[in-house]
T-cell receptor, first 111, second 117 residues
Framework: GQQLNQSPQSMFIQEGEDVSMNCTSS?????WLWYKQDPGEGPVLLIA?????ELTSNGRLTAQFGTTRKDSFLNISASIPSDVGIYFC???????????FGQGTRLTINP | KAGVTQTPRYLIKTRGQQVTLSCSPI?????VSWYQQTPGQGLQFLFE???????NKGNFPGRFSGRQFSNSRSEMNVSTLELGDSALYLC????????????????FGPGTRLTVL
């Protein structure tokens, strides 16, 4: 099925570094969601975006709904060990009932 | 409000058996979606139920089926299990309604880890 192009697929960083990841789509979306998944658990919603250009923060996390409505970005500042996990983007195009998901970005942090 | 709950959390079955997984959505949520997640495959959409009707279906064989009850609780069934069915099965619920796009946000349960031997 349709999936978003999420990059990078994996990241290996040092504790304290900032992280950036993004998702792009060929379709215009009216909803962008970012989730984090810990091993063996379900994805947990981090940030939800509903308007083009919207910039929303959740603690050290900041996500933006791209102005073209075809992309979204997630930034994590000053990474800590508990940020380790897989981050998924998800989006819904106008008129669609189903969410589509990116393939995930696996974040690994070296202490 | 309690989150999405899934039972059981872990399950071990053998090839050829069938299995039923259960999902209770967040109270007031009307839509339930099911996903299969295997290493390296990301989240694969199985199906979505709304008001006891299957509204969307992914590309899975007919061995995978589901249903939704009047209280929005949902079950999925896999018959004639194969080794490749070993995966984390995730359920997500959505409020839906006239409250705008925020009511379309999906919230996931912890998943059921199915191992087929």
């Amino acid at each position: 099925g349709q999936q978003l192009n999420q990059s990078p697929q994996s990241m290996f960083i040092q504790e304290g570094e900032d992280v950036s990841m993004n998702c792009t789509s060929s379709s215009i979306f009216n909803t962008w969601l970012w989730y984090k998944q810990d091993p063996g658990e379900g994805p947990v919603l981090l940030i939800a975006l509903y308007k083009a250009g919207e910039l929303t923060s959740n603690g050290r996390l900041t996500a933006q709904f791209g102005t073209t409505r075809k992309d979204s970005f997630l930034n994590i500042s000053a990474s800590i060990p508990s940020d380790v996990g897989i981050y998924f983007c998800a989006g819904r195009s106008q008129g669609a009932q189903k969410l589509v998901f990116g393939q995930g970005t696996r974040l690994t942090i070296n202490p | 409000k309690a989150g999405v709950t899934q039972t059981p959390r872990y399950l071990i079955k053998t090839r050829g058996q069938q299995v039923t997984l259960s999902c209770s959505p967040i109270s007031g949520h009307r839509s339930v979606s099911w996903y299969q997640q295997t290493p390296g495959q990301g989240l694969q959409f199985l199906f979505e139920y709304f008001s006891e009707t299957q509204r969307n279906k992914g590309n899975f064989p007919g061995r995978f089926s589901g249903r939704q009850f009047s209280n929005s609780r949902s079950e999925m069934n896999v018959s004639t299990l194969e080794l490749g069915d070993s995966a984390l099965y995730l359920c997500a619920s959505t409020a839906e309604g006239s409250g705008g796009p925020s009511t379309d946000t999906q919230y996931f349960g912890p998943g059921t880890r199915l191992t087929v031997l």
